[in-house]
T-cell receptor, first 114, second 113 residues
């Protein structure tokens, strides 16, 4: 069965610090997809990235970067030069092509203090 | 409007009330989902609709009754709820397929008194 673990329940940083959110997953499939979503206090889950299991290239989008390592079953998310507006709950999620649902981790509450 | 919209954004109801949550997607998708997000718990998938047909019911109590009249609209009818049903209810849509990205609405914060 698929499983996503976000061991960091809460992280607090000061503005301009870099921060990495960890995500470890379990799956028996060779083909799967990984996602990151951001949930600000307003409640809406905002899609950030989708990555398939055959694409291990790291990705950078502005201040955001993602490090996908199949060898350690991890898909970590780094925010560079964090800002107060980055404060939110961040969810990592996994879906298997043989499965029927998107499985979410429990989320990491990130607080960026001015 | 764009994306996925949900109404109402906030709802307070008594245990004997009947109310409905509405979700509308403007993304041309053909799959829609209801999720429940309780405090300190992971998101729980409740229902899945593909092309207006329900394809998944995750053992949801019958006091929650979904309705999908077309691929753009999804409702969740609520009746005789319990206080433990208080939560954020999120709607999402995607193209059909488990690998497709789901896009979420802003949610309805429900409080059952």
């Amino acid at each position: 069965a698929q499983k996503v673990t976000q061991a960091q329940t809460e992280i607090s940083v000061v503005e301009k610090e870099d921060v990495t959110l960890d995500c470890v997953y379990e799956t028996r499939d060779t083909t799967y997809y990984l996602f990151w979503y951001k949930q600000p206090p307003s409640g809406e889950l905002v899609f950030l990235i989708r990555r398939n299991s055959f694409d291990e290239q790291n990705e950078i989008s502005g201040r955001y970067s993602w490090n996908f390592q199949k060898s350690t079953s991890s898909f970590n998310f780094t925010i560079t030069a964090s800002q107060v507006v980055d404060s939110a709950v961040y969810f990592c999620a996994l879906t298997e092509t043989s499965g029927s649902r998107l499985t979410f981790g429990e989320g990491t509450q990130l607080t960026v203090n001015p | 409007e764009t994306g996925v919209t949900q109404t109402p954004r906030h709802l307070v109801m008594g245990m004997t009330n009947k109310k409905s949550l509405k979700c509308e997607q403007h993304l041309g998708h053909n799959a829609m989902y209801w999720y429940k997000q309780s405090a300190k718990k992971p998101l729980e998938l409740m229902f899945v609709y593909n092309f207006k047909e329900q394809t998944e019911n995750n053992s949801v109590p019958s006091r929650f009754s979904p309705e999908c009249p077309n691929s753009s609209h999804l409702f969740l009818h609520l009746h005789t709820l319990q206080p433990e049903d208080s939560a954020l209810y999120l709607c999402a849509s995607s193209q059909v397929g488990v690998s497709e990205t789901q896009y979420f609405g802003p949610g309805t914060r429900l409080l059952v008194l």
